[in-house]
């Protein structure tokens, strides 16, 4: 069973343009939604993440926005860059004082052409 | 943020020998690491998870005896590879649960090390 959804599977983008990536949950006690970029041959690296308290979250050119009734949250990169081409996944746990299992969406190939 | 050193990054190793890979929060301690297996193009599938000083916890499906996971102090997990097969070639990755505030935690990532068995 999936409990992380992220859609679309692939992306392309041209320079300057919006990014837009989203995942849907289904398990309703999660409550920390985080996002990786990975490069090939690369760990995930954290971007950016989001508490239920709050609706959207920008740092610099990324943003999340959540939407806790929908149970869905997604990735916006404004003003998408060629290094921003990488696979970015989506992801969702459970405040477990430490140990927080990350469930991860499916990823997005997300290209950047000039 | 954190750091989280991986190593090796790549390892090539004949079938039936045993490979280890470590994996190190550098600027933090870690009571809790994970392991994670990602095939190509494809998303993380978690192996087990490394608790200091106890036991590791594997996720159903995945030999406890293939992959010996070994977490000695807060700051130094490892896992190890036993005879290793062809199948057995992916890329590993581990991650450090970090505890910045009372508001939460964070995981971080290694760099994840490609293991080819040949």
């Known amino acids: 069973q999936q409990q992380v959804k992220q859609s679309p599977q692939s992306l392309i983008v041209q320079k300057g343009g919006i990014s837009i990536i989203n995942c849907a949950y289904e398990?309703?006690?999660?409550?920390?939604f985080p996002w990786y970029q990975q490069f090939p041959g690369k760990g995930p690296a954290l971007l950016i993440a989001i508490r239920p308290d709050v609706s959207e979250k920008k740092e610099g050119r990324f943003t999340i926005s959540f939407n806790k009734s929908a149970k869905q949250f997604s990735l916006h990169i404004m003003d998408s860059q060629p290094g921003d081409s990488a696979t970015y996944f989506c992801?969702?746990?459970?405040?477990?004082?430490?140990?927080?299992?990350?469930?991860f969406g499916t990823g997005t190939r997300l290209t950047i052409i000039p | 943020g954190a750091v989280v050193s991986q190593h090796p990054s790549r390892v090539i190793c004949k079938s039936g020998t045993s490979v280890k890979i470590e994996c190190r929060s550098l600027?933090?301690?870690?009571?809790?690491m994970f392991w994670y297996r990602q095939f190509p193009k494809q998303s993380l599938m978690l192996m087990a998870t490394s608790n200091e000083g106890s036991k590791a916890t594997y996720e159903q499906g995945v030999e406890k005896d293939k992959f010996l996971i070994n977490h000695a102090s807060l700051t130094l997990s490892t896992l190890t590879v036993t005879s290793a097969h062809p199948e057995d070639s992916s890329f590993y990755i581990c991650s450090a649960i970090y505890i910045p505030s009372e508001q939460g935690t964070e995981a971080f990532f290694g760099q994840g090390t490609r293991l080819t068995v040949v």
């Open positions: 398990n309703t006690a999660f409550d920390y």
């Open positions: 600027d933090f301690q870690a009571t809790t």
């Open positions: 992801a969702a746990s459970i405040t477990n004082f430490g140990n927080e299992k990350l469930t």
